[in-house]
């Protein structure tokens, strides 16, 4: 008996239909639509593919109506019903039927839409001497990151994006840090939708790097996703080795270890950036260099040391002196913070969101009375800042 194949990959690039899909591709004749772009692959690596122009008028639009009569339509895909095939489906069916007989065995590859093929196909099978069966792809997980990666290609090859195409990595450094802004105050104050938004825009600056080193034939996306899956992977020899470990602690004091053969440094504080935020570098600093041993033992040392510092700013004198006493208080609080696991960055941010929620609330109420915020007096000030609080 002659046997059919009907063929759908799922949605995602060539290269990664499924297991099933490929052994049911890679072991007969393949017959499939001009403009599958599988069919193109397969042709590509040398496996016989044959075209079949009849699938095209599938997708054929209604016909002109010759003048008097009423149109007819050409296909209705959805409303297909059994038993009222269209004539093109049917002679598609036939010819697959024919095919199969032929050669023993074909496979076909199914356009994006499947039903109205299939169900012909059935209908033609249920005359007998056919059997038919069907191949339905896994559509993998994380596929349309390829996609991704053939839009920003499109973008910076010629006849794309002008603008994409001028870009160097110095002039999106700047892009970068906003787009982590962004993600930063989506995942503090936003939904889940302007999270995954947000993390698409910085995904969209690493795509475009890659881009660019492709480009400029120094690395392309897979060096980097190379090089991450390489350094996750010896970071984690808890699960990719033999380590044994008793918890998330353990597993960051194995990170540091590994990290630190890693990099080779010389000193604590090598590699750390000082473009970070003030607040953010003098947090590294303070963290390297407590793992190393320097670091007080609980959250009384900073608390003292922040009391001392504020002493000595009230003692300087000079605007050098209370710059350096002020820096000094800057980095006692910080030490401070981590001590108590409160992130200072993070809890200044939340400050000063709270802040101008609450001047915008004083604004209001003195714009009731027809005044400015100068025109009152500091009690005035402090009593509507009081009042700001608790509401």
Known sequence: MARLLLVRPGAGAPDLCSLEVWQALTGRPVLCDPNDELGDRLAQEGFPVERIDLAQSIHAATEPAPAGDKPKPRLNLLGHQHGAADPRLSALAARLAGEAAARGEVAYILPADAAPVVRAVMERAMQGGLEVEVVVGRVPRGHLLLDLVKVMARLRSPGGCPWDAEQTH???AKHLLDEAYELLHAIEEG??????????????QVVFHAQMGHDAQTFDIDDVADTLIKKLVNRHPHVFGDVTVEGADEVVANWDVIKEKEKGRSGVHDDIPESLPALAWAAKLQRRAGKAGFDWDDAHGPMDKVNEELRELGAAATDAEREHELGDLLLAVVALSRHLDVDAETA????????????????????????????????????????????
């Open 191 to 204: 939904t889940s939708e302007d999270i995954a938004e947000e993390l698409g825009d910085v995904l969209l």
């Open 170 to 172: 110095q002039t999106l």
């Open 348 to 391: 200044l941010r939340r400050a000063g969101r709270r802040f101008k929620a609450r001047v915008a609330r004083i604004e209001e109420a003195v714009k009731a009375q027809g005044k400015t915020l100068r025109d009152l007096s500091e009690r005035e000030l402090i009593d509507l800042w009081n009042e700001a609080k608790r509401g």
